[in-house]
């Protein structure tokens, strides 16, 4: 396996694209959660992932393995629980914007078992992948999480990480504290947005100016208006790709698969952005973070026209 990704996958339920919950209308299933995502699109670009999560044994819980046996996931790390349900969470259009109803208290990737993983498995990847959203849910979730970065730093397995803030998991400070900690020790990728920028309180470049550990490759992704890519001391705002949006839902996670892909394939600065940038758009042409992931021809078709901006 190249990659090991960890964090919660969750089933997704949707309205009519534009409807709320709050309408009477008919809502449909999806397979979501921000690691998943990235798994599912990272096999999709070619590269062999293995996906290291806790799901429920009921219906679920099982339609997420078809889901990722289909998709070529590695689940020789999968962990099955018969106690706890896999994890949920609704969405509702409002306008433009979407919002998030979860139900993931209790879930069964809240108790990932440190003890039951195969670490001699984890030692075969080159890139271990997490996000807040994998330190969050618990407790639990969250020292497992320092426990494989830092058997990751010990093995010289490169840690990409994600800071995908969402304030309803936990107290501001705390969190605060954790992604800082975990950008500081820890990550050699990190991805961003200036939303969840904002709302830790902070601002990209001051962050990185102030920090003891700089990751050695940052990426601010900004929607519409493309990504920054930091390298050291360089720096290149790289344009998105025009589509046709019906869903934004899942593109941080393709994004995050486009750019770890790309530093496997060894890509310079403006063909990592480019890649990161074309896998996101394409997978917003439909609603929810799986329907329109695209496969590497697709990614391949659209780098292969103008550059975007």
């Given at each position: 396996m190249?990659?090991?990704?960890?964090?919660?996958?969750?089933?997704?339920?949707?309205?009519?694209?534009?409807?709320?919950?709050?309408?009477?209308?008919?809502?449909?299933?999806?397979?979501?959660?921000?690691?998943?995502?990235?798994?599912?699109?990272?096999?999709?670009?070619?590269?062999?992932?293995?996906?290291?999560?806790?799901?429920?044994?009921?219906?679920?819980?099982?339609s997420f393995i078809r889901i990722w046996e289909q998709g070529g996931v590695d689940l020789s790390l999968l962990q099955r629980d018969a106690e706890h349900p896999t994890g949920l969470y609704f969405v509702s259009f409002e306008g433009k914007k979407h919002t998030f109803l979860y139900y993931r208290r209790n879930s069964a990737a809240c108790y990932i078992d440190a003890e039951s993983i195969p670490w001699e498995l984890v030692r075969r990847a080159r890139v271990l992948h997490l996000s807040s959203i994998s330190q969050g849910i618990s407790d639990n979730a969250l020292e497992v999480s320092f426990r494989l970065m830092d058997f990751a730093r010990a093995e010289?397995?490169?840690?990409?990480?994600?800071?995908?803030?969402?304030?309803?998991?936990?107290?501001?400070?705390?969190?605060?504290?954790?992604?800082?900690?975990?950008?500081?020790?820890?990550?050699?990728?990190?991805?961003?947005?200036?939303?969840?920028?904002?709302?830790?309180?902070?601002?990209?470049?001051?962050?990185?100016?102030?920090?003891?550990?700089?990751?050695?490759?940052?990426?601010?992704?900004?929607?519409?208006?493309?990504?920054?890519?930091?390298?050291?001391?360089?720096?290149?705002e790289i344009p998105a790709f025009s589509v046709k949006v019906a869903d934004t839902v899942g593109a941080g996670d393709a994004f995050d698969a486009g750019l770890v892909a790309g530093v496997l394939e060894g890509l310079d600065l403006e063909s990592l952005g480019r890649k990161a940038n074309a896998v996101a758009a394409l997978t917003c042409r439909d609603v929810g973070p799986l329907r329109a992931q695209p496969g590497l021809a697709e990614v391949e078709s659209l780098l292969n026209q103008a550059p975007p901006g």
């Open positions: 190249e990659v090991v990704s960890f964090g919660e996958p969750l089933i997704g339920i949707y309205p009519p694209e534009g409807h709320s919950l709050a309408e009477d209308e008919p809502l449909s299933k999806t397979w979501g959660g921000d690691t998943s995502n990235f798994s599912l699109a990272l096999s999709k670009l070619g590269h062999r992932t293995a996906y290291l999560t806790r799901i429920g044994s009921e219906d679920f819980g099982r010289g397995i490169t840690i990409s990480y994600d800071i995908n803030f969402r304030p309803p998991l936990w107290q501001l400070e705390r969190a605060r504290a954790v992604i800082r900690r975990t950008i500081t020790e820890y990550a050699d990728i990190l991805q961003m947005t200036e939303d969840e920028l904002e709302l830790l309180g902070w601002e990209a470049e001051p962050l990185i100016a102030g920090l003891e550990r700089i990751p050695a490759l940052i990426a601010l992704k900004r929607g519409d208006r493309g990504c920054l890519i930091i390298q050291g001391e360089r720096r290149m």
